[in-house]
């Protein structure tokens, strides 16, 4: 298993983004970190949509949150404003 998360700007030049963008890597063997790292970006998320009174109500969305968190493969973004996540799962 392999999960790669990227944290990327949204916006390309725009002042006041404060933050770096990177990449993390886990392998078969750091399963456990990945999970936890990707339940406090669905976290991060969560509180972005609800910070902007916006609702998670898009099904497609929820599901994948439940497939992220299970570490099933597959490729999921979760915008949290000014970055966005980007989770590619390989098993």
Known sequence: MKVIIEYK????????????ERKEVYGEYEERLAKEHIEEIV????AYLHENGL?????????????????HEGEYYFDVGDFTYYITIEK
């Open 55 to 71: 609702v998670l109500e898009d099904q497609d969305t929820m599901n994948d949150i439940e497939a992220a968190t299970n570490l």
């Open 43 to 46: 976290e991060e998320h969560e």
């Open 9 to 20: 700007k949204n916006h390309e030049g725009v002042e006041g983004v404060i933050g770096k």
